[in-house]
């Protein structure tokens, strides 16, 4: 029995478009018969009056309020009709801004992604840097050594052409010691030949020399022999000259001096003898 509105029906239902409410309500009340209106009662002829006068601005009024309605009814249709095309166009909109929510969390990710992918490739850039540096350094260090393997090389040239020189020095020498070794062979050939010859004549000088060293050791023999002799004479008369000395004590200074000549032909004949004996055992080379 209430008067339903927009707003008590988005009340009962709890939700609801404004504008789809109005259209339903709209058809609804259409659809209803208008209420009755109980009359006033007043004299008859007052009522006739007023009742004519009533119905007159009633109809003016009705007119003019039915116009404004119309007028009202065709601007709340159009009201309705632009609400739910704005509606539509906010639904629409609603799946673009979901869209472009989506959009913007796909592009947030995508900059996040692109910013950590920059991190990385900045780091990625220092690394590199690093590593150009590095290549620069080894790139110097490699000249360098290319450098000195020139050097080297420029070097090693040079002692091979000194080598080769060298070499044909070495060969040039080699050919003369080949040729004074030939000169040296023949030589050589022809001092053995002269040495034989020579040993052979050292040979026949030496059984000389030994023929000659029998005959020193038999006269070394016989000459022992007489200074035997001749010793055994002179220590008679050494005896006889000490005992003479003791007879004649007058005659003392000549027996002395007579005594030291005796004694010094004693050591030479003692030092002969000695020598005899080593020539006869060997000890002393022939013609000492």
């Known amino acids: 029995g209430e008067k339903p509105s927009i707003q008590r029906i988005r009340e009962q239902l709890g939700t609801g478009s404004p504008n789809t409410i109005h259209r339903h309500l709209k058809a609804w009340r259409a659809t209803q018969a208008p209420a009755e209106r109980r009359a006033a009662r007043l004299p008859d002829e007052l009522t006739a009056a007023l009742a004519e006068e009533l119905e007159r601005q009633a109809a003016a009024a009705r007119a003019e309020a039915e116009e404004n309605a119309l007028e009202a009814q065709h601007t709340a249709d159009e009201l309705a009709a632009t609400g739910e ?9 609603s799946g673009r801004v979901e869209a472009l929510e989506s959009e913007r969390d ?5 900059r996040d992604e692109a910013r950590s992918a920059l991190a990385e490739f900045r780091e990625r850039v220092r690394e590199l840097e690093a590593q150009r540096d590095d290549a620069r350094q080894q790139l110097a260090e490699a000249r360098n050594r290319v450098t000195t393997l020139e050097e080297q090389r420029d070097e090693e040239r040079e002692a091979r052409i000194a080598a080769q020189r060298e070499a044909k020095q070495t060969d040039q020498a080699r050919i003369e010691a080949e040729r004074a070794l030939a000169v040296a062979e023949t030589r050589t050939e022809a001092a053995q030949q002269q040495a034989e010859e020579r040993a052979k004549a050292l040979q026949e000088e030496r059984q000389a020399r030994q023929q000659d060293a029998q005959g020193h050791r038999q006269a070394l023999a016989e000459q022992r022999d007489e200074y035997r002799e001749r010793l055994a004479a002179l220590e008679k008369q050494l005896q006889d000259a000490h005992q003479r000395a003791q007879e004649a004590e007058k005659g003392r200074t000549k027996a002395e001096v007579q005594g030291e000549a005796l004694a010094a032909r004693m050591e030479a004949l003692e030092s002969r003898k000695a020598k005899s004996q080593e020539e006869d055992q060997g000890q002393l080379p022939l013609g000492e």
């Open 106 to 110: 796909r592009v947030t990710g995508e």
């Open 85 to 93: 095309q704005l509606e539509e166009q906010v639904e629409e909109l």
